[in-house]
């Protein structure tokens, strides 16, 4: 049969409802720039408070401070405060941000509780303040979020639009944070919509655009880690050194991800209410401040000095070893705090170690490849450690060695770790995601590709008398429903095989005609594509429908049910698993020729 072509398809089903959402996206673009601010602010007050014991809201890092053995206690404190807000305000604070963020997408409907978006970055500007070794950007982006949903929450809206104008403030609030308002959205499309379609895509992208703007009049402009352009190619050689970056970036993250989860599940095995774990974890925090100060906090003196390349081998070990140990306890510990500036702390160490042996191709080149590379292989995001890794610094000689180091660490990563350690966390909760997007092939199948041709048709003038006279034929493989056609094999009705069967066996109902008995079909055409189909299964209930022709008063021209769907799927499993030589090859010299056919 010729397949029909398709009528009134397009690319995409988006509809003039994404207008009304983008706008709104835009007014949460405004006030997650606020947000950030806000929080910013918070960080910096709560650490000249815990470490400085003045009144000062300006960024400033903990390990300037002389308090002596003293600082070990602060994060203590605060991380006490935190089991408090967590225990009698809401559970939903503890944890780095993005992973709840996930979870009131998939689960609560993109539902947030407006106490939220005043606890969360109320603890982690204590968190972060009182020496938590994390970044301000998972708060944010569930900070951000939070309010996305509560405006979202005062309109009529469905799930998808919450969860579009939720996203949209996460973007905004990371987009403000660090100027870097493409990687925003490429996190979002990667870690948080679930999906790529403009519905979503295009009000997140315009809420994240007015967070970069509105930054320049709030926060400043970027980028936020100035470095000097380096070679605008590196070489063979250099190539090398990136596939090599990214192996040991990939081994990192595997080595991050198990530490946080194995501290996670030690803590759960402690006799003692989650409440006091972040205490617990404070302590760790501020026994490893004592030993290298420069582990507390946000870090992004740390991070910008390691861009640049002047830092001392001590502090790269320190920062590889005390860091990584303090927050992956700290942050297995329940507590408030972002993972994405700690990754990135850590990972510009291990390029600071690569750069002792790899090709110099200038200050900061291997730390810069290497934060990319870990947030790939531990975020799974590839594509936004690459732009996140430009819009930092931009650097755009380093596009080509970005893209090499964090595909390789991503590769390595997805091989040998079942899950992210976003993901591992949502996972832990009972819920499973996939982050492969692909086409649907019941979205390349039309209903003329599955539906069956081969039926039973009951004429629609007959009687009941004359069907039992006949005698009635359960059709080609057990055959359920029958079409009732007129004398062209235009449709009149559909009538089950049981409601038939109960109608014979009725003695006072024979004189009917079936265009009489038969009730109105919810049909299929044959150019809409199989997607169509299953949604409009769901929608009524039913499980098989008529085929008829759009142009000439629904003739019909078949049959398509539930488990010819299954089969179309099938074909999709087919190509995915049956390998086979399409090209051999017979070399002219030994008597043979080139030949394209299949292998049997």
Same mark, same amino acid.
């Given at each position: 049969?010729?397949?029909?072509?398709?009528?009134?398809?397009?690319?995409?089903?988006?509809?003039?409802?994404?207008?009304?959402?983008?706008?709104?996206?835009?007014?949460?673009?405004?006030?997650?720039?606020?947000?950030?601010?806000?929080?910013?602010?918070? #960080?910096?007050?709560?650490?000249?408070?815990?470490?400085?014991?003045?009144?000062?809201?300006?960024?400033?890092?903990?390990?300037?401070?002389?308090?002596?053995?003293?600082?070990?206690?602060?994060?203590?404190?605060?991380?006490?405060?935190?089991?408090?807000?967590?225990?009698?305000?809401?559970?939903?604070?503890?944890?780095?941000?993005?992973?709840?963020?996930?979870?009131?997408?998939?689960?609560?409907?993109?539902?947030?509780?407006?106490?939220?978006?005043?606890?969360?970055?109320?603890?982690?500007?204590?968190?972060?303040?009182?020496?938590?070794?994390?970044?301000?950007?998972?708060?944010?982006?569930?900070?951000?979020?939070?309010?996305?949903?509560?405006?979202?929450?005062?309109?009529?809206?469905?799930?998808?639009?919450?969860?579009?104008?939720?996203?949209?403030?996460?973007?905004?609030?990371?987009?403000?944070?660090?100027?870097?308002?493409?990687?925003?959205?490429?996190?979002?499309?990667?870690?948080?919509?679930?999906?790529?379609?403009?519905?979503?895509?295009?009000?997140?992208?315009?809420?994240?655009?007015?967070?970069?703007?509105?930054?320049?009049?709030?926060?400043?402009?970027?980028?936020?880690?100035?470095?000097?352009?380096?070679?605008?190619?590196?070489?063979?050689?250099?190539?090398?050194?990136?596939?090599?970056?990214?192996?040991?970036?990939?081994?990192?993250?595997?080595?991050?991800?198990?530490?946080?989860?194995?501290?996670?599940?030690?803590?759960?095995?402690?006799?003692?209410?989650?409440?006091?774990?972040?205490?617990?974890?404070?302590?760790?925090?501020?026994?490893?401040?004592?030993?290298?100060?420069?582990?507390?906090?946000?870090?992004?003196?740390?991070?910008?000095?390691?861009?640049?390349?002047?830092?001392?081998?001590?502090?790269?070990?320190?920062?590889?070893?005390?860091?990584? #140990?303090?927050?992956?306890?700290?942050?297995?510990?329940?507590?408030?705090?972002?993972?994405?500036?700690?990754?990135?702390?850590?990972?510009?160490?291990?390029?600071?170690?690569?750069?002792?042996?790899?090709?110099?191709?200038?200050?900061?080149?291997?730390?810069?490849?290497?934060?990319?590379?870990?947030?790939?292989?531990?975020?799974?995001?590839?594509?936004?450690?690459?732009?996140?890794?430009?819009?930092? +610094?931009?650097?755009?000689?380093?596009?080509?060695?970005?893209?090499? +180091?964090?595909? #390789?660490?991503?590769?390595?990563?997805?091989?040998?770790?079942?899950?992210?350690?976003?993901?591992?966390?949502?996972?832990?909760?009972?819920?499973?995601?996939?982050?492969?997007?692909?086409?649907?092939?019941l979205e390349i199948l039309a209903a003329s590709d599955a539906m069956r041709t081969n039926l039973v048709v009951l004429p629609a003038d007959s009687t009941l008398d004359q069907i039992k006279a006949k005698g009635t034929s359960h059709g080609p493989q057990g055959q359920h429903l029958y079409p009732v056609v007129d004398n062209e094999k235009h449709l009149c009705g559909v009538i089950t095989r049981k409601h038939l069967a109960k109608l014979l066996a009725s003695p006072d109902s024979g004189h009917?005609?079936?265009?009489?008995?038969?009730?109105?079909?919810?049909?299929?055409?044959?150019?809409?594509?199989?997607?169509?189909?299953?949604?409009?299964?769901?929608?009524?209930?039913?499980?098989?429908?008529?085929?008829?022709?759009?142009?000439?008063?629904?003739?019909?021209?078949? #049959?398509?049910?539930?488990?010819?769907?299954?089969?179309?799927?099938?074909?999709?499993?087919?190509?995915?698993r049956t390998r086979e030589r399409v090209l051999r090859v017979r070399l002219p010299l030994l008597g043979g020729k080139v030949t394209e056919r299949p292998s049997p």
């Open positions: 049969m010729k397949r029909p072509r398709p009528h009134a398809l397009g690319d995409f089903t988006t509809d003039w409802r994404m207008i009304p959402i983008a706008l709104l996206a835009i007014v949460i673009g405004f006030v997650s720039t606020l947000v950030a601010w806000v929080l910013l602010r918070l #960080i910096g007050l709560f650490t000249n408070l815990f470490y400085y014991q003045h009144w000062d809201t300006a960024l400033t890092s903990p390990a300037g401070n002389h308090l002596g053995w003293l600082a070990v206690f602060v994060p203590v404190i605060g991380a006490l405060i935190i089991g408090l807000m967590a225990r009698y305000g809401s559970e939903r604070i503890r944890g780095h941000g993005i992973p709840e963020a996930i979870e009131s997408i998939l689960i609560n409907g993109s539902r947030v509780q407006p106490r939220l978006a005043i606890l969360k970055p109320l603890s982690s500007a204590i968190s972060i303040g009182s020496g938590g070794p994390f970044g301000a950007e998972g708060p944010i982006i569930m900070t951000g979020g939070a309010f996305g949903s509560m405006i979202a929450q005062f309109f009529h809206l469905t799930s998808v639009e919450r969860k579009t104008l939720l996203v949209a403030g996460a973007a905004a609030g990371m987009s403000a944070t660090f100027a870097a308002p493409v990687a925003a959205v490429l996190l979002s499309v990667e870690l948080l919509l679930f999906e790529w379609k403009p519905r979503s895509f295009v009000p997140v992208a315009l809420a994240s655009a007015t967070a970069g703007a509105a930054r320049r009049y709030i926060l400043g402009l970027g980028p936020l880690f100035p470095v000097p352009a380096h070679h605008e190619f590196i070489g063979p050689e250099g190539l090398l050194g990136c596939v090599i970056c990214g192996l040991l970036a990939g081994v990192l993250s595997m080595l991050l991800t198990g530490a946080v989860y194995a501290a996670e599940d030690a803590f759960a095995k402690l006799p003692i209410h989650w409440m006091w774990w972040p205490a617990i974890g404070g302590l760790v925090i501020g026994l490893g401040g004592v030993i290298f100060p420069q582990a507390l906090g946000v870090g992004y003196d740390t991070i910008a000095s390691l861009l640049h390349g002047d830092v001392a081998r001590t502090t790269i070990l320190g920062i590889l070893i005390v860091k990584s #140990i303090i927050w992956a306890v700290s942050l297995g510990s329940g507590t408030s705090g972002g993972v994405l500036a700690p990754l990135l702390m850590m990972g510009g160490a291990l390029g600071g170690i690569e750069a002792m042996f790899l090709p110099n191709e200038g200050a900061g080149f291997w730390p810069l490849l290497s934060m990319a590379a870990i947030l790939g292989g531990t975020m799974r995001s590839p594509l936004t450690g690459i732009v996140f890794a430009l819009e930092l +610094t931009h650097d755009m000689n380093a596009l080509l060695p970005l893209l090499v +180091t964090a595909v #390789i660490a991503h590769a390595f990563t997805v091989l040998v770790l079942k899950r992210s350690i976003l993901t591992e966390k949502v996972a832990r909760r009972g819920y499973h995601l996939s982050r492969e997007y692909a086409v649907d092939p009917r005609t079936l265009r009489d008995v038969a009730v109105r079909a919810v049909v299929s055409h044959p150019d809409e594509p199989l997607r169509v189909v299953v949604y409009r299964m769901a929608e009524s209930g039913l499980t098989r429908f008529p085929v008829v022709d759009r142009g000439d008063q629904r003739k019909l021209l078949g #049959i398509i049910a539930l488990r010819d769907l299954l089969s179309a799927r099938t074909r999709n499993l087919e190509e995915e």
